[in-house]
């Protein structure tokens, strides 16, 4: 099935450290999800997007609409170890019922 | 206690067993998912329902089967197992008629087919 190209893949980071990750796509979405996940566990919501040019903070995580309404990226400030995990995004067009997932950035914290 | 139920979380059976995963929701949604997981493939729609009187096929329907027994209840079936379907299953649910299309998942069932 369709993915939406996320990157980068993977991330070694020293904790402290802040992260970017990005998701594209082709196609234009009207909301945008970001998501972790940890091993053999359920994706939690991390932020929900709906609005092209949307900055919105949860904690230490902020992300962004993108204007082309085809991409939007993920921010993590201050690393910490539990931010250890796979971050993966979701688009989703207005009236439908499909859901596009990212390929998914697996991040790995170093203390 | 999680919004999204899911029961078995781990389960192992031999090929040509029938299997139930169930689902169950306190969040109050009307569209409920089934989604199983694979390394490299990430998620893929398996069935889908908007409320207890609509099913739909996902992109990956063949070899399963759904009921949804109740708003809050929505089961996956595996007829007859086979080791191709041993995966990370995933309920999910969201709410059409708040319009935020957020999508919750549940922690999982993890299916081993011998």
């Known amino acids: 099935g369709q993915q939406l190209n996320q990157s980068p893949q993977s991330m070694f980071i020293q904790e402290g450290e802040d992260v970017s990750m990005n998701c594209t796509s082709s196609?234009?979405?009207?909301?945008w999800l970001w998501y972790k996940q940890d091993p053999g566990e359920g994706p939690v919501l991390l932020i929900a997007l709906y609005k092209a040019g949307e900055l919105t903070s949860n904690g230490r995580l902020t992300a962004q609409f993108g204007i082309t309404r085809k991409d939007s990226f993920l921010n993590i400030s201050a690393s910490i170890p539990s931010d250890v995990g796979i971050y993966f995004c979701?688009?989703?067009?207005?009236?439908?019922?499909?859901?596009?997932f990212g390929t998914g950035t697996r991040l790995k914290v170093l203390a | 206690d999680a919004d999204v139920t899911q029961t078995p979380r781990n389960r192992i059976t031999k090929t040509g067993k029938r299997i139930m995963l169930e689902c169950s929701q306190t969040?109050?949604?009307?569209?409920m998912y089934w989604y199983r997981q694979d390394p490299g493939l990430g998620l893929r729609l398996i069935y889908y329902s908007f409320d207890v009187k609509d099913i739909n096929k996902g992109e990956i329907s063949d070899g399963y089967s759904v009921s949804r027994q109740a708003q809050a209840k929505f089961s996956l079936s595996l007829e007859s197992a086979i080791p191709n379907q041993t995966a990370l299953y995933f309920c999910?649910?969201?709410?059409?008629?708040?319009?935020?299309?957020?999508?919750?998942f549940g922690e999982g069932s993890r299916l081993t087919v011998l």
């Open positions: 979701a688009g989703l067009t207005s009236g439908t019922y499909k859901y596009i």
């Open positions: 196609s234009i979405f009207n909301t």
């Open positions: 999910a649910t969201s709410d059409f008629w708040q319009g935020t299309g957020e999508l919750f």
């Open positions: 969040k109050g949604h009307d569209r």
